[in-house]
């Protein structure tokens, strides 16, 4: 029997049934779409209290305490609800994004792309999964100049974490009913590092006999991905690879602000945009796509087993959008960002009295 990393450690809910979650607004967009959520989540009934932990970006010494306390919020209630935090180029400053997965070991981030009714794109049959390692990698932050004009940068495969997210994919496709899972590296160059991770993907496949399983070069990838997407079930990737994957197969499906993405660690899970974007150039423009983040926003509710309250913003969320009463501009509309939280507050609460949903 397959030991399940996935879905593990459910926060116990506090007195009265209410659950507490790390609400971490970030930069950006962010800020404005947490806080249409949090009104959605007030309407809907949802027996949830954040915490707020608000710190933005940019990264100095002080803020270190502020941003320590928010990585005890988050330990302790066991999910956040997160923006994105821009990252300047500055040689000092570092992303509290990747400070957060790396020091929380959210090892696994969880993108799932799927095509959505009514919003037109090349392609209308995407369903597939990015699975991608969240700590090591190319993201380890560990560069420096040898001598000037000599930049040395350390990526890390490990065999352990290699396992670790391979098994994690693996039980995603069985606990999910998905078919396959592809290994996507860059082995025939990158031998050491690569050939690991590849190496211990086929070993874990070993034992999952259930589940199909190939490879296939990153650069290959991002061309099928394109051009087939459909051939794609549950895919599993180094860190950087991740990445870049996720912001093709977003495009794919409508672009950034439609796919939501979780960070899962033992016991820790936050969910977000699956881009991560900051979205700064239209921060004060009222047009960004709220969707990405309330699917966020629902997948935690799915986690913390309040899937009633979940299908129940879900499904006001595709009235509204299948039906053209509220769209924003990245997917055809004109709806602002404020009027879609609106119309979606509006029609919650017309759910609720039609259903006596509590
Ligand atoms: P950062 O890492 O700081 O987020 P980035 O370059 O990775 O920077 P952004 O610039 O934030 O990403 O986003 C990429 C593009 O996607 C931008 O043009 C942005 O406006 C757009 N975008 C991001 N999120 C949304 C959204 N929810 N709705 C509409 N457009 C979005």
């Not at 930069?27 to 949802?46: A, K, P, R, T």
């Not at 040898?146 to 990526?155: A, T």
């Not at 709220?290 to 009633?308: E, G, I, N, Y």
Request: glycine residues 6%; charged residues 20%; aromatic residues 8%.
């Amino acid at each position: 029997k397959h030991v399940s990393y996935y879905n593990s450690n459910i926060p116990d809910a506090t007195y009265g049934g209410r659950h507490t979650v790390s609400l971490i607004p970030a930069d950006g967009i962010g800020q404005s779409l947490i806080m249409g959520i949090v009104e959605v989540f007030q309407n809907s009934g949802v027996p949830v209290d954040f915490e707020e932990c608000y710190i933005t970006g940019d990264t100095n010494e002080e803020k270190m305490k502020s941003f320590n306390d928010i990585k005890t919020s988050v330990l302790r209630n066991g999910t956040a609800l997160k923006g994105n935090w821009a990252t300047s180029m500055g040689i000092d400053s570092k992303s509290y994004n990747v400070l957060l997965r790396h020091d929380l070991d959210l090892y696994a981030n969880v993108v799932k792309f799927k095509s959505y009714p009514t919003v037109i794109t090349r392609h209308s049959n995407v369903d597939l999964i990015v699975v991608r390692e969240n700590t090591e990698g190319e993201y380890t932050n560990l560069e420096h100049e040898n001598i000037p004009g000599v930049i040395e940068m350390i990526k890390i495969i490990t065999k352990k974490k290699s396992e670790r997210i391979a098994k994690y994919a693996f039980n995603y496709a069985m606990e999910n009913n998905r078919k396959k899972v592809t290994a996507v590296h860059k082995a025939n160059i990158m031998k050491l590092s690569d050939g690991l991770f590849l190496k211990v993907c086929k070993e874990v496949a070993e034992s999952y006999p259930e589940i199909d399983f190939n490879d296939i070069i990153i650069d290959n990838c991002a061309m099928q991905m394109v051009s087939k997407p459909e051939q794609f079930d549950v895919i599993v990737t180094p860190n950087l690879y991740g990445n870049v994957l996720s912001n093709i197969a977003a495009a794919l499906v409508g672009g950034p602000g439609l796919p939501h993405g979780e960070n899962h660690g033992n016991g820790i899970h936050v969910f977000e945009s699956g881009t991560r974007n900051s979205g700064m150039d239209i921060a004060t423009k009222n047009i960004a796509n709220p969707m990405s983040m309330l699917f966020a926003a629902t997948a935690l509710l799915r986690h913390l087993q309040l899937s009633k309250h979940a299908q129940l913003i879900e499904s006001c969320i595709h009235k509204i959008v299948t039906t053209n009463q509220a769209r924003t501009v990245d997917i055809g509309g004109n709806t602002s960002t404020s009027e879609f939280f609106e119309i979606l507050v509006k029609e919650v609460e017309a759910y609720r009295y039609k259903r006596k949903v509590q």
